[in-house]
C-alpha cells in the first residue's frame, strides 16, 4: 500500500496534463462514494477486488479527487479467462499475489477528477500505479491503451461520487508488471499435456519434488507422444504402459530421463550437447538449422516442437516422442531370484536351460513357486529334485517339463483374451484363461495351476508366477524299448522264448532287475549250456518263465525308494527277492543266496523302473 498511498497524497504532481485538458472542480456529490456507485452500476467484481486489497476502500474515499476508469463485471470475467482463473483469488494468484493487485487496480485510477468532457484528441495520463495510460477522445467514442498495448472501450462516463468521477470500460487495463512464471504443472496444463501430468501423478511424491526443485528442464512429451508409446509397448491405457515397463520405479526412471537438473533454454545450446539427467543417464541434445533434436539411450530422436516455455523453476521444451532410458530389467534369472523360485533356477541349471532363456528373443515364464515344486516332488514320490529328475525319465524330460511353462513370445496379462492357447517351447500347447478371477494355465493332463504374481518384466519379456507345475506329455520308454537301448538282448530274447513280453508291457507297475548279456553267458557256462534255446530246452518253459519272473516285483521301487538295509520284496515268480541297499549301493540276493550288483539303476520305464544287475537271478526251481 506504501507506493498507492504516496501517489495519493502527491496529487496531480504525478500525472501529465492533457492537452487542452479543462479540469473540472465540480460540486462533489454528497454521499456517494467510488464503491457505491461501483456497487449501484453492478460492478460487483471491481468491489470485490478493492476490498481484496486492505485499507484501500477507505483512503480512494479520503482523497480530494479521482478519476475511476472501471471494467464492468464481463471484463474482469474474460480477465479470469485469459489467465486461466476460475475465480478472483485464483486471479491474484496468476498475477503474482495481492501487490500486483494493488498495481492493477492502481493503473485504472488517476489522482485528479477527469470528466468526459474535458476529453479531446489524445493524452496522457499518469495513473496511481505510477504508469501512464492513453486516452482518446474521437468521434467513435473514448479508448483507453494501457501498458500492454490493449485497448479498452469506455461504455458509460461521468458517474460522479463524493471525492471523484468514474468511467465504465469494457476491459481490464494491465500496466507493466511482472507476472510469476508458471510452475512445471501449470505450463502442462497449458500446453494440454495431460498424459505426461497423468504419468507424473502416477508416481507418489514426483509432481512436488519437481515443483520444488531448484533448476530444471523438461522435455515434455505430447500426448500423441504417449499415445505412439502405448502402440509400441502394446498397452492400451497408462496403467498398461507401466506394467511393461516394470512397475512405477521405472515410470519415474522414465520421467526422470525426461528432466535435467539444470536451465537450458534453446540459445544456451551449442551444436552438440550431452546431459546427465536425473535418471542418472544421458541424453544428447542437438541443434541444427533452427531445429532442436534430443536423442536416448536407445538412439532414438526426438523433435522439439515448443521450446522455451518459460516455469518458475526452469524451462520446458515439449518434444514429439517419448524418451527411453536402459531401464535395466532383470533378466529371467535374477526375476526368479527376487521372487525366491530357488527350485526353479535349480531345475533350470540341471537342464542346461539359462542359455536358452537367456538368449531368447522373447519370452513368457509360467514360473512355478517352490511350494509348487513341492507339490509336484510329493506327487512323484521324490524327495528332491534330482530324485525327480530320475522319475520323470531324465534330464531330457526335464528340458521338455521346463520347455513347457516357455512360450516364445511376450504376453502379459493384460494381453490375454478370455481364452488363449500358446505352442510353448516344448512344442505342446497350453491353454492360458484370464477372466475377473485371474488368470490360470491348463497343462497337458487337464491340471490347472493359477498365476499368483503376474507381469513381471524381464530384458526378454515377462515372468508370470504360478502355484503349481505344469506336465507335458513327455516319452517314457516301455520295458522292452528300455532294454533295447540298454542292449539286453539275451533278456529280450529269453522274454520273447518265454512269451512273458506283453505281461511286463501290460502291468500296472512294475520294477525289473535286468541282467546284462555276460550275466546270461555266465549262467549258461555254470549250467554247461551252449545257448539260450538249449537252457529253455534242458529246463522247460515253466521254469524259464519262473526264472524271469523272479527278476520283476509288481510295484514301481526306485533305488532311492529302497529302504537302508535288506528287505524282502515280492516277486512275479511268487518268491521274495533279497534286496540290500547301503548307501547309493544296491544288491540282489536270489534264492540260492547268490549276491549281484545293480550296476545301472533307475532306467524309468512307462509302467515302474529298470535296474541292470550282473547276474542272472535264480529262484527256487
Known amino acids: 500500500m506504501t507506493k498507492l498511498f504516496k501517489y495519493l497524497f502527491i496529487g496531480t504532481a504525478l500525472f501529465s496534463m492533457f492537452s487542452c485538458q479543462e479540469i473540472v472542480d465540480a460540486d462533489p456529490i454528497e454521499g456517494r462514494t467510488v464503491v457505491s456507485v461501483a456497487q449501484n452500476e453492478g460492478l460487483t467484481t471491481l468491489v470485490a477486488a478493492v476490498q481484496a486489497v486492505p485499507g484501500l476502500e477507505s483512503t480512494l474515499q479520503s482523497q480530494s479527487s479521482i478519476t475511476v476508469f472501471a471494467p464492468t463485471n464481463e471484463a474482469f470475467a474474460a480477465a479470469l479467462d485469459a489467465f486461466g482463473a476460475s475465480d478472483l483469488n485464483e486471479l491474484v494468484a496468476k498475477l503474482g499475489g495481492a501487490t500486483n493487485l494493488q498495481t492493477v487496480l492502481g493503473f485504472h485510477v488517476v489522482p485528479t477528477r477527469i470528466l468526459s468532457s474535458s476529453l479531446s484528441g489524445t493524452s496522457t495520463v499518469t495513473t496511481l500505479a505510477g504508469q501512464q495510460l492513453t486516452v482518446t477522445r474521437s468521434v467513435g467514442g473514448i479508448t483507453v491503451v494501457d501498458a500492454q498495448g490493449n485497448t479498452a472501450n469506455v461504455l458509460e462516463t461521468d458517474l460522479q461520487f463524493q471525492n471523484g468521477v468514474m468511467h465504465i470500460i469494457d476491459r481490464v487495463l494491465l500496466p507493466s508488471i ?21 504419468a507424473v501423478n502416477a508416481v507418489d511424491g514426483l509432481g512436488n519434488t519437481l515443483l520444488s526443485a531448484g533448476e530444471i528442464t523438461v522435455f515434455a512429451p505430447t500426448n500423441e507422444a504417449f499415445a505412439a508409446a502405448l502402440e509400441v509397448f502394446g498397452a492400451a491405457d497408462l496403467n498398461e504402459l507401466v ?35 536425473v535418471a542418472g543417464q544421458d541424453l544428447l541434445v542437438e541443434v541444427s538449422g533452427g531445429s532442436v533434436t534430443v536423442t536416448d539411450i536407445l538412439g532414438r530422436t526426438v523433435n522439439v516442437v515448443a521450446a522455451d516455455i518459460e516455469i518458475a523453476n526452469g524451462v520446458v521444451h515439449v518434444v514429439d516422442g517419448v524418451l527411453l532410458p536402459d531401464l535395466m530389467l532383470p533378466n529371467v534369472v535374477e526375476a526368479a531370484t527376487a521372487a525366491g523360485l530357488t527350485t526353479l533356477i535349480d531345475a533350470v541349471t540341471a537342464a542346461d536351460l ?3 532363456l537367456l538368449g531368447a528373443d522373447a519370452i513368457t515364464v509360467f514360473a512355478p513357486t517352490n511350494d509348487a515344486f513341492g507339490a509336484a516332488l510329493q506327487a512323484f514320490g521324490a524327495a528332491n529334485l534330482s530324485q525327480l529328475v530320475t522319475k520323470i525319465g531324465g534330464v531330457e524330460n526335464l528340458q521338455t517339463v521346463l520347455g513347457f511353462h516357455v512360450v516364445p513370445a511376450v504376453a502379459f ?27 490360470t494355465v491348463t497343462d497337458a493332463l487337464g491340471n490347472t495351476a493359477n498365476v499368483v504374481t503376474a507381469d513381471v518384466a524381464i530384458s526378454n519379456g515377462v515372468v508370470h508366477v504360478i502355484d503349481g507345475v505344469l506336465l507335458p506329455e513327455y516319452n517314457l520308454p516301455n520295458v522292452v524299448e528300455a532294454a533295447t537301448a ?16 506283453q505281461t511286463l508291457l501290460d502291468a500296472d507297475e512294475i520294477t525289473v532287475f535286468a541282467p546284462t548279456n555276460q550275466a546270461f553267458v555266465n549262467l549258461l557256462n555254470a549250467l554247461g549250456f551252449s545257448s539260450l534255446q538249449e537252457m529253455i530246452s534242458n529246463l522247460g518253459l515253466e521254469a524259464v518263465q519262473k526264472v524271469l519272473g523272479f527278476h520283476v516285483v509288481p510295484t514301481t521301487a526306485f533305488s532311492f525308494d529302497l529302504a537302508e538295509g535288506t528287505q524282502m520284496v515280492p516277486t512275479l515268480a511268487g518268491e521274495d527277492l533279497m534286496v540290500t541297499r ?31 544287475i550282473d ?3 535264480l529262484p527256487t526251481l
Do not use: C, R
Request: aromatic letters at 4%; proline letters at 2%; glycine letters at 12%.
Open 615 to 617: 547276474g542272472v537271478l
Open 413 to 439: 496379462s493384460t494381453d490375454l483374451n478370455a481364452s488363449n492357447t500358446f505352442t510353448t517351447l516344448a512344442g505342446q500347447e497350453l491353454m492360458v484363461t484370464a477372466g475377473g478371477s485371474g488368470v
Open 486 to 501: 540298454a542292449n539286453l538282448s539275451v533278456l529280450l530274447d529269453a522274454v520273447t522264448a518265454a512269451n512273458l513280453g
Open 354 to 356: 539359462g542359455g536358452a
Open 243 to 277: 506394467i511393461k515397463l516394470g512397475g512405477v520405479a521405472n515410470l519415474e526412471k522414465v520421467l526422470g530421463f525426461h528432466v535435467v537438473p539444470a536451465v537450458a533454454f534453446s540459445g544456451d545450446l551449442q551444436a552438440s550437447n550431452t546431459f546427465t539427467t
Open 178 to 198: 511482472e507476472l510469476p512464471k508458471p510452475n512445471l504443472v501449470e505450463a502442462a496444463n497449458e500446453f494440454g499435456l495431460n498424459t505426461l501430468l497423468s
Open 582 to 612: 547301503s548307501g547309493n549301493q544296491v544288491t540282489v540276493t536270489d534264492a540260492n543266496g547268490q549276491t549281484y550288483n545293480v550296476v545301472a539303476a533307475d532306467v524309468a520305464i512307462e509302467n515302474g523302473v529298470v535296474h541292470v
